[in-house]
């Protein structure tokens, strides 16, 4: 099972109707369960949920060329977001082999049904998308 938020889930939609017709790509990351505010406190402590996702670049030409996100190193990212404008919902060749890939297509304001979680090899995982936020941090607390 694949945890992800609600309020990212939207985000990452939103990212990808602003980016239409073109696709984006984007590192998303992870916090405990247990440090979760709302809904996640009935999943286990230590279960990772996706809560976070980084600003894709699209100005870096490495990024438009390959697809990959260069500028987010690869240990803040546990999972991938590719949206995919005019492709099924599906894992392709051009996609980054990150352990979770999170796949959206049009249209969408179609919200969950438009949106898939993927291991490595393509398969598709079961999704519970959870109401909960990870807790109010500040700049410094980021930086330790």
Known sequence: MVYITRALVDVLLDLASDADPDRVTTGVSITSAGD???SATEIPAE???FTDFFLPDPDNPVNAVFGVDLSTPARQAQGQFVSH?????????RDDLAQVIFVAVPPWELGERTFAAFDRSGERQPLEVVDAQPPDQSLSDRSQ
């Open 36 to 38: 979760l505010e709302g």
């Open 47 to 49: 279960t990772p949920v």
């Open 85 to 93: 404008p005019v492709r099924e919902l599906e894992v392709t060749k």
